[in-house]
């Protein structure tokens, strides 16, 4: 189905305003090193695998406007392509992709493993108008059981979320070639944009 020129702009809006890849949450820096540490050790908390048919959890961030947005926000607009340790070549692909994805009403979101600094340089320089969360202490990472057990990074992985805060799909390992509407239409059970809709009858 595709929007309306209207519902896209909406859309576009919202993904280039809630984030621009500043991480502003309070938090308490260690006075020595100046790290902000998360409000429980990821380490402490132990998380099932997110799965398709799961509800999603609704992981915050802190955007611009210093208020703190949740997963459900985005998902009032559209539905959610959720994308987490990407390459500057993936980056890259989803800003691409961005007004086909809004053709059928997903919005991307990218989750870094890195600091807010990092990640709001990495925003600038590639151009990236959707919304970029840093997760420097791995919390929302942890909340998808996506850290390595071995380094405790955070694996390429992504999921498709509908409005409703299901997840829809979900996959592990990614490339610059990845196909990001096509995936994401494919999981919603949506018509990919580039595919002609059939004739209605009369």
């Known amino acids: 189905m595709k929007l309306p020129g209207t519902a896209i702009a909406a859309l576009l809006v919202f993904s280039t305003t809630v984030g621009d890849g500043t991480d502003r949450t309070p938090s308490s820096p260690d006075a020595n090193t100046q790290v902000s540490h998360p409000p429980a050790s ?119 979320i509908d409005r409703h805060g299901l997840v829809r799909g979900e996959g592990v390992g990614f490339d610059a070639t990845t196909a990001w509407t096509r995936i994401a239409a494919s999981a919603l059970a949506i018509p990919s944009p580039d595919v002609p809709l059939p004739a209605k009858s009369r």
């Open 42 to 160: 990821v380490s402490e908390i132990s998380y099932s695998p997110v799965q398709v048919g799961d509800r999603s959890p609704d992981f915050s961030w802190v955007g611009p406007d210093n208020l703190t947005h949740q997963l459900h926000d985005a998902l009032l607009q559209a539905n959610v392509l959720l994308v987490f340790a990407p390459g500057d070549d993936v980056l890259a692909k989803l800003e691409s992709e961005r007004d086909e994805l809004a053709q059928i009403a997903v919005v991307p979101i990218v989750v870094l493993d890195a600091r807010g600094r990092a990640t709001a340089n990495r925003v600038r320089r590639l151009g990236l108008h959707y919304v970029v969360v840093p997760d420097p202490s791995r919390v929302i990472g942890a909340q998808f059981s996506l850290l390595d057990p071995a380094s405790g990074r955070l694996q390429p992985s992504w999921y498709a």
